[in-house]
């Protein structure tokens, strides 16, 4: 089956600081990856996502890159801000056959920035 | 647009009763799931639809109950909870083409 190894938390950085956290994925087939976020009290929502090898995903200043020949998706982001203190989980998305996609999370990371 | 709704928002109950959280959407989505979520454990599936009168088991289906009978409707429910279906639940919703998934607030359920 699917799996997703992502860098364990808690992360606490200071604001304006570099972040970088890492996510390996097993899959079957050619996934679709994503990053989602959840913000304290909220549901998951999507930060970026990439498609097909060598695609960037970028949103709100955070960056992903899909590294097919390394399985990995790592998120980051060049100057935090206490705004982005938030849980982000990496997603592989892959076919599961009878035309069903199945996300599977990884256990995600939290992130607190501190002013 | 409302998107994903979920109630109730908090919810309490004791070991043995039953109850059915309600998720609906307003996006025309033919692929609904729902998710928990525990400390430590990420987002594991229940249960997922891939359109009305489709269901099927996730990782961790045991205790829980599901149907399709609308696009925009997909109820869990617990048959007869246990202190261990403490969790918080979230309803997801996409596009059956393997697109961005769109989640609802949570339910936050302890069972005592």
């Known amino acids: 089956g699917n799996s997703v190894t992502q860098m364990e938390g808690p992360v606490t950085l200071s604001e304006e600081a570099f972040l970088t956290i890492n996510c390996t994925y097993t899959?079957?087939?050619?996934?679709?990856l994503f990053w989602y976020v959840q913000y304290p009290g909220e549901g998951l929502q999507l930060l970026l996502k990439a498609t097909k090898a060598d695609d960037k995903g970028s949103n709100k200043g955070f960056e992903a890159t899909y590294r097919k020949e390394t399985t990995s998706f790592h998120l980051e982001k060049g100057s935090v801000q206490v705004s982005d203190s938030a849980v982000y989980f990496c997603a592989p998305q892959a076919y599961s056959g009878a035309g069903s996609y199945q996300l599977t999370f990884g256990k995600g990371t939290k992130l607190s920035v501190i002013p | 647009n409302a998107g994903v709704t979920q109630t109730p928002k908090f919810q309490v109950l004791k070991t043995g009763q039953s109850m059915t959280l309600q998720c609906a959407q307003d996006m025309n989505h033919e692929y609904m799931s729902w998710y928990r979520q525990d400390p430590g454990m990420g987002l594991r599936l229940i249960h997922y639809s891939v359109g009305a009168g489709i269901t099927d088991q996730g990782e961790v289906p045991n205790g829980y109950n599901v149907s399709r009978s609308t696009t925009e409707d997909f109820p869990l429910r617990l048959l007869s909870a246990a202190p261990s279906q403490t969790s918080v639940y979230f309803c997801a919703s996409r596009t059956s083409t393997g697109a961005e998934a769109f989640f609802g607030q949570g339910t936050r359920l302890t069972v005592v």
């Open positions: 899959a079957t087939g050619y996934p679709s």
